[in-house]
């Protein structure tokens, strides 16, 4: 065959995948105007820019296992994507074109809502904000939640296994997951959808596709456990010396609120005042400054008054000067100002320029030396640049995020990433850490998995990867680097 | 080679295998006497006698490895076994006397307690009691409980996804390991341990290994998550009119007392009934004579009186109708003696002949309605045959026990195992149901998994088990059948 005939060939199999797609999906379900792609094509920090032979948009499992069995009938590869909110590349498809992008948005079903079982079984299209809703339209609670949760969906979150600022009392997304529906990568449909709270007979395979990324096969559906409402929150904002403090705070507020404390966030003071400069018309929660605060909330249920338990923890947090100041929210109003501050604190960093990102947790016990020495390293590579480590301190979970110096160029200060990403994790990896605590690793961090993860670990992953995806379709070059 | 030359030969073998694990594990580490390993070849059902080459007992993940992976290289097979406290028999070997019986026994160091991560590294061969009394002497509560926490060991909790009396508010043993050590079949040890309760960097390998039953590899160290030790608790024996009025008090307990309910399980008359009759010298919770019984319990971590809250609780659930009577622990002495009730149960169904039992698990609200099926199912098959059903309501777990007609032959009524174990099962498929929801599989249940396992879960499985034990000796026979 000469190369002009080559080429055809190829051109051919290339129209033939595209006209049997569409006689899966039908033509609402299929994307190939480029234009019309573009929006699944970029992710929400730009650094990724892919390119696809099609947008697939399948409305059925049984459509999803058909795009997928046939993809890998072509041994072409398929990116499974949800909302489009991930912030390491794994929802983007490479820069070759030749992948299938596979949207789940219009799979979005609440299939059904069982208040008896205190359970909620819906597709993996539907939104975070939706699923909270339906929940809520019961008087039950669905308490995972996220800045992006009015975009990120279900089968995102699970395959990204999310976690978000109730993770301390409820656990990341796969925690949520009674059970699962899966398309695989050879087209057979996993009916793992199950209202069971126990259910011991066979390996866990719901929690081996939570957080695979796609690269095991596609969540399509998962039944989802539903929490009674709280009744009231008590929230708190409180000042304190530094992070030593901060963490006994931790403890004693464990010690006296139980499984009762939902959120406990870390705000440094630099966080507080950017988010107050950045003039969003947030308030600030004390008069005096404050070197750090914790933000942190109770569920009550029964029908004490919410306050109550919040001020005698507090008191003794005063007392023992583990805390510097506190105040209580004593409206709803003035629980959304408090929250603000910590919502908004990703937005108002932007205002300052650039910005250098580390999502990483360690044991509890060694966050305050973490932040001590991640400082260091910092002031060290890049003098003048700011830290602003906030986040889930609850679940040593902190975004480590590094502001630019005030007036240096930007992007000078981002051509340096690497180095400072480098500084950073080698400290985080010293103390037991991880280097992805609930982003995922996605095309971002998959060289650094290679070269911190213990590589018995590594090996098994692969070994289950071949296995299950043995032609290598599955978001093919996420969590692992290609063959 | 004449069939008798083959035969010395084999003994050649099996002497030379023998030797060299004896070099790996030393002297107190293997056991060969016959009347030595009695008591690791009996499960305490009864229903499995084993028999094994020897008894190998490593003291080290080193040394535990090391045995795996000469076995491995020998093709021959090896039984994990912790404390033999299984239920279905995935601890004991075959009857063949070929396989090698693994004790983790020997690994029996809590390697480190960091009360300020709240997490716990803890051997296979720690009893659940030993972690319990080591999480205490830190001030901090390891809640996995259950009847056979004396000699159960944190290994076979682990590898069984052992449940108990607290998995409604803690989870099952699985939802305490942050990160496992594993022996794998070819020798290789995977270093997971991880005191992080966020972690997402690649597949979730832990919770793959966990209820696996020891047929992908040997769970040989764990690190826990530790909790805050309740302050007090509030604990309620209450009467109710059917198990309907018990699921609706469940939703209302759930409601008003939230993430504090922490165990709510349901006896039936019949059972409290069978535990006062066998003379061990329970008091009666009532008076008065009532159908179905709840026994629950709070944990109570802020100052306020413990008794307050379920006192509230139990006013509505009696005004309303839900309950007919409730009473409420005043002293530590009578919280004892209310779950002493819940605990000599299985004991006091000893006395009344045999019993044919099962450990299934049901969507919620389906509990009522299989609990009203099974009845007459039971009946239908084994007329006079007494359901005890109890058990862990909250989580939908009930242990739906049968014991015999008064004065029935014994081995007349168990020699019907079979036949009323299809009946009963037949009743939880239809609803969704397990039918293992704590126990597991391993031998007793691994041909009732092939028919009524997701066919397609079932190949999964078999796949993961072909890449992590290609040549099958790992607890071969348990969980799946052989190849």
Known sequence: MTAARSRKARRTVKTELIERLAAIVGDKGLILDRADMLAYLEEPRGLYHGAARCVVRPSTVDETAAVIRLCNDYRVAVVPQGGNTGLVGGQTPDESGEQVLLSLQRMNAIREIDVGSDTMTVEAGVTLARAQDAAASVDRYFPLSYASEGSATIGGALSTNAGGIHVLAYGSAGDFALGIEVALADGRILSGLS??????????????????????????????????????????????????????????????????????????????????????????????????????????????????????????????????????????????????????????????????????????????????????????????????????????????????????DRDAFLSRRAELNEAVHAIVLLHGGSISAEHGVGRLKRELLEQVKDPVSLGVMRSIKSVLDPNFIMNPGKVLTAR
Chains 1, 2 share one sequence.
């Not at 998962?222 to 708190?236: D, G, I, V």
């Not at 947030?282 to 750090?292: G, I």
């Not at 914790?294 to 005063?318: H, R």
């Not at 603000?340 to 960093?349: H, K, N, V």
Request: with cysteine; aromatic share 8%; net charge negative.
């Open 195 to 408: 209202k069971l709270r126990k259910d011991n007979t066979g390996y866990h395979l719901t929690r081996l596709f939570i957080g695979a990324e796609g690269t095991l096969g596609v969540v399509t559906a998962a039944t989802l456990k539903l929490f009674p409402s709280p009744r009231a929150h008590a929230t708190a904002f409180v000042a304190l010396d530094d992070p030593e403090k901060a963490l006994e705070f931790l403890h004693l507020a464990k010690r006296e609120l139980g499984p009762s404390l939902h959120a406990f966030e870390l705000i440094p003071r630099i966080g507080v005042d950017l988010v107050l400069r950045s003039g969003v018309g947030a308030r600030a929660p004390f008069s005096d400054h404050h070197p750090w605060h914790v933000l942190l909330e109770t569920s009550v249920f029964d029908g004490t008054p919410p306050e109550e338990t919040m001020f005698a923890m507090l008191s003794k947090a005063l007392e023992s000067g583990l805390a510097r100041d506190a105040a209580v929210a004593a409206s709803l109003d003035q629980r959304a100002a408090f929250w603000r501050i910590r919502e908004l604190l990703p937005e108002a960093q932007k205002h300052e320029g650039g910005s250098i990102k580390h999502d990483v947790s360690l044991p509890l016990q060694k966050i305050p030396q973490f932040l001590a020495e991640a400082a260091a390293g910092v002031e060290c590579c890049i003098p003048g640049a700011r830290p602003v480590p906030f986040g889930h301190l609850g679940d040593g979970n902190i975004h480590y995020n590094v502001t630019q110096p005030p007036g240096a």
